[in-house]
């Protein structure tokens, strides 16, 4: 009896995890084509973001989706939406961000949105992806001034590609997780339903077998000090259902003296925008406008 119940406990948590790193290309299209609404251009239009629409190309062959509005003040930001989102998350994001004069450049991570891929890495290939932006605007601009902000995922993935690129001058990460073993209990009961002992354990082992490497690989606790001196903002809410909130603590100290957390007890994942608009608009406008802009001036000089 205990091992029928083994075999079919390593059955239902391999299909969670299998789901778990898959996104099936043709029903996200189906999604925009019964949800016109969502499409993120048709977002952009009714945030009044003025975009080109653009493919790029990732070193490993992928062609991505992405949406881009040209500096009026010299630096740009690449924005990178959640798990299982797609850009239209972060379109009132950079409309803000535009309205103060940023770039902005916002792209579907592959296996999401309008870009190629079906499989999702939490980071481990989606580098290239940043990568690809990166170089996107380096064709445009000389010697560009480049900020990131990411939301939930795109946080963890912002941390990670920062750390490996030192063009990056700037992240703002908002509720990110530390890691995903950190935070996988979360991650289950929100995204499968199911309780995370004894399963989120198995979903992580099966999920980490069928990516082929260890998660650990792409923790932000683990790679966040090599971002230093650079500045990072790092914004949490208390009352996070998707991701350890004392994840963002971890990573305020893993950092040190060049980040800064902004912590509201309150707040569930990535509100900030929507509950505190005000404050997230000085505070966000602020960190860039220190640290992108006085940048640009510094180089000119």
Same mark, same amino acid.
């Given at each position: 009896?205990?091992?029928?119940?083994?075999?079919?406990?390593?059955?239902?948590?391999?299909?969670?995890?299998?789901?778990?790193?898959?996104?099936?290309?043709?029903?996200?299209?189906?999604?925009?084509?019964?949800?016109?609404?969502?499409?993120?251009? %048709?977002?952009?239009?009714?945030?009044?973001?003025?975009?080109?629409?653009?493919?790029?190309?990732?070193?490993?062959?992928?062609?991505?989706?992405?949406?881009?509005?040209?500096?009026?003040?010299?630096?740009?930001?690449?924005?990178?939406?959640?798990?299982?989102?797609?850009?239209?998350?972060?379109?009132?994001?950079?409309?803000?961000?535009?309205?103060?004069?940023?770039?902005?450049?916002?792209?579907?991570?592959?296996?999401?949105?309008?870009?190629?891929?079906?499989?999702?890495?939490?980071?481990?290939?989606? +580098?290239?992806?940043?990568? #690809? #932006?990166?170089?996107?605007?380096?064709?445009?601009?000389?010697?560009?001034?480049?900020?990131?902000?990411?939301?939930?995922?795109?946080?963890?993935? #912002?941390?990670?590609?920062?750390?490996?690129?030192?063009?990056?001058?700037?992240?703002?990460?908002?509720?990110?997780?530390?890691?995903?073993?950190?935070?996988?209990?979360?991650?289950?009961?929100?995204?499968?339903?199911?309780?995370?002992?004894?399963?989120?354990?198995?979903?992580?082992?099966?999920?980490?077998?069928?990516?082929?490497?260890?998660?650990?690989?792409?923790?932000?606790?683990?790679?966040?000090?090599?971002?230093?001196?650079?500045?990072?903002?790092?914004?949490?809410?208390?009352?996070?259902?998707?991701?350890?909130?004392?994840?963002?603590?971890?990573?305020?100290?893993?950092?040190?003296?060049?980040?800064?957390? +902004?912590?509201?007890?309150?707040?569930?994942?990535?509100?900030?925008?929507?509950?505190?608009?005000?404050?997230?608009?000085?505070?966000?406008?602020? %960190?860039?406008?220190?640290?992108?802009?006085?940048?640009?001036?510094?180089?000119?000089?």
């Amino acid at each position: 009896m205990a091992l029928l119940v083994l075999v079919f406990l390593c059955i239902m948590t391999s299909r969670h995890a299998n789901r778990l790193i898959s996104s099936s290309q043709v029903k996200r299209q189906q999604h925009y084509v019964t949800h016109p609404e969502l499409h993120p251009e %048709f977002i952009a239009e009714q945030q009044q973001l003025e975009t080109t629409p653009l493919s790029l190309t990732t070193s490993d062959g992928l062609h991505l989706y992405a949406l881009y509005k040209a500096s009026h003040n010299g630096a740009v930001i690449i924005l990178s939406h959640g798990y299982k989102m797609d850009c239209g998350e972060m379109i009132p994001i950079a409309a803000l961000l535009a309205k103060h004069g940023y770039g902005v450049l916002l792209l579907d991570q592959r296996g999401h949105g309008h870009s190629d891929g079906e499989l999702i890495s939490f980071g481990y290939h989606e +580098w290239r992806d940043l990568e #690809a #932006a990166m170089d996107f605007l380096h064709q445009q601009i000389d010697d560009p001034i480049v900020g990131l902000f990411g939301n939930s995922m795109g946080g963890a993935l #912002a941390l990670c590609y920062a750390a490996r690129d030192q063009r990056i001058a700037a992240v703002v990460a908002q509720s990110p997780y530390a890691s995903i073993a950190h935070s996988i209990n979360k991650g289950v009961r929100r995204f499968s339903d199911l309780p995370p002992f004894p399963f989120a354990p198995l979903i992580h082992h099966f999920a980490q077998r069928k990516l082929g490497f260890n998660t650990a690989s792409v923790a932000p606790i683990n790679t966040i000090v090599t971002i230093s001196p650079r500045p990072i903002m790092l914004m949490m809410g208390g009352q996070d259902r998707h991701v350890e909130p004392d994840g963002a603590f971890q990573l305020r100290q893993a950092a040190g003296n060049n980040a800064q957390l +902004w912590y509201e007890p309150h707040l569930s994942h990535v509100e900030f925008f929507q509950k505190l608009p005000l404050a997230f608009e000085q505070k966000i406008i602020s %960190f860039y406008n220190e640290h992108l802009l006085n940048f640009s001036q510094t180089k000119q000089l």
